[in-house]
Nanobody
Framework: VQLQASGGGLVQAGGSLRVSCSAS????????VGWFRQAPGKAREFVAA????????YYADSVKGRFTISRDNAKTTVYLQMSSLEPEDSAVYYC?????????????????WGQGTQVTVSS
């Protein structure tokens, strides 16, 4: 499975942005997909995850109520809609995939990763 993250950019605080994770190869519809982010000098942290059916999602407390993860298996794409963005949300956003049917928050469980997309929120 190859993953490609896209859609990052520069946005003002309070604004919205949607990043996408497109997959190719393998059977995308059976993979749980998660979004993580990493700011300069900080460890990679969990943001959100969605199981293959899309019926089980999980969010980090820091983004709950502001971010929404969704997926379109027909398009082999997972989306992360980000609203009410804050400067603290600035980071490189990565998508990962694993085969367990639960939304894992530990990056070590993920088997495949995309290259990341930069999100910068200006104050």
């Amino acid at each position: 499975v190859q993953l490609q993250a896209s859609g990052g950019g520069l946005v003002q605080a309070g604004g919205s942005l949607r990043v996408s994770c497109s997959a190719s190869g393998g059977t995308f519809s059976i993979w749980t997909v998660g979004w993580f982010r990493q700011a300069p000098g900080k460890a990679r942290e969990f943001v959100a995850a969605i199981t293959w059916r899309g019926d089980n999602t999980y969010y980090a407390d820091s983004v709950k109520g502001r971010f929404t993860i969704s997926r379109d298996n027909a398009k082999t794409t997972v989306y992360l809609q980000m609203s009410s963005l804050e400067p603290e949300d600035s980071a490189v956003y990565y998508c990962g995939a694993h085969r367990a049917a639960i939304p894992r928050t530990d990056s070590s469980f993920y088997d495949y990763w995309g290259q990341g997309t930069q999100v910068t929120v200006s104050s």
